[in-house]
């Protein structure tokens, strides 16, 4: 039974969850509170630290049983507890980046009494040894002018210079202004071009992206561009209808558009 995928469910992820049967998903994307009182409309971003950690430690077991064998996880952190989740995660499964998103903050006077902090810390995990990835499918291609400076002939051929390089993990996308045409109504929204590549290498063609903490719904729209499907949790109702929005703005003219629950759900059903 698939009812619960192209779906946002208005509730707790922790609760949630348990609407997804075991090994029905291919990647995890997760971008929770940062544990640094944001607001987010609730106060899921006020817990001191260690309720934060162990918050972290709860989901995390509900949400990994979800992945398929091959599947993967990417989770979106800041230095602050970037080394006790990679603790904690490294102990589930098998690390296989920690990637900077580099945010290109414009350099403003900033901090006076330690570096501006500018990115974000990205934790890619991997479930087992033979997980998914497909490379070939987030190359960045070369332009003429580097191409040709390295037209050498001991490169001609190359794969790598026909179809373009790795992205490495060093990833410089600008966070999103209001002149950006995507910019939702969220503070902590992800540019489209970071989750779109995370699940072009990480999602087969037509398989299923969760997000436990959907915001703006982001991983949702990026899915739907991608042709992968999404399954997603957010607590706050306005951002449920924010999503739905940005959902039925994609393809107007499409009745199949996902539909997206903005009741409060009290209770986890039973059966699934
Ligand atoms: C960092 S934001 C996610 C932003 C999102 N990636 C985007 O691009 O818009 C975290 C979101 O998680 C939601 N949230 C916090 N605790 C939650 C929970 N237990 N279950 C579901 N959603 C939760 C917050 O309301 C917030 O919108």
């Not at 698939?2 to 995890?28: N, Q, S």
């Not at 050498?152 to 390089?165: C, D, N, P, T």
């Amino acid at each position: 039974m698939t009812d619960w995928r192209d779906r946002i469910f208005c509730e707790d992820a922790l609760a949630g969850l348990a609407r997804i049967p075991d090994a029905a998903v291919d990647l995890i994307i997760a971008d929770p509170p940062y544990g640094l009182g944001k607001d987010y409309g609730n106060d899921s971003d006020k817990m001191d630290a260690d309720a934060y950690l162990e918050w972290m430690e709860q989901w995390v077991d509900a949400a990994l049983p979800k992945l398929k064998a091959n599947g993967s996880l990417y989770i979106f952190l800041t230095w602050r507890y970037s080394p006790e989740v990679f603790v904690m995660l490294k102990k589930r499964m098998t690390m296989v980046n920690e990637i900077i998103w580099d945010r290109r903050v414009p350099s403003m006077g900033g901090s006076t009494r330690r570096f501006s902090s500018v990115h974000d810390t990205v934790g890619f995990f991997a479930k087992a040894k033979d997980y998914y990835f497909d490379l070939d499918a987030i190359r960045i291609p070369y332009d003429a002018v580097t191409k040709k400076a390295r037209s050498r002939s001991i490169f001609v051929g190359a794969k790598w210079l026909e179809l373009g390089y790795n992205p490495k993990d060093v990833w410089s996308v600008s966070r999103l202004h209001r002149e950006h045409k995507e910019r939702a109504d969220h503070p902590t929204q992800k540019p489209l071009e970071i989750i779109e590549r995370m699940l072009k290498a990480s999602c087969p063609p037509d398989g299923v992206v969760l997000d436990p903490f959907m915001g703006s719904g982001t991983t949702a729209v990026a899915a739907k561009r991608c042709g992968r499907h999404f399954v997603g949790f957010e607590l706050n109702t306005e951002y449920c209808e924010l999503i739905a929005q940005r959902l039925a703005a994609l393809d107007v003219n499409d009745v199949e558009a996902a539909t997206v629950l903005v009741d409060q759900v009290k209770s986890v059903p039973e059966e699934i």
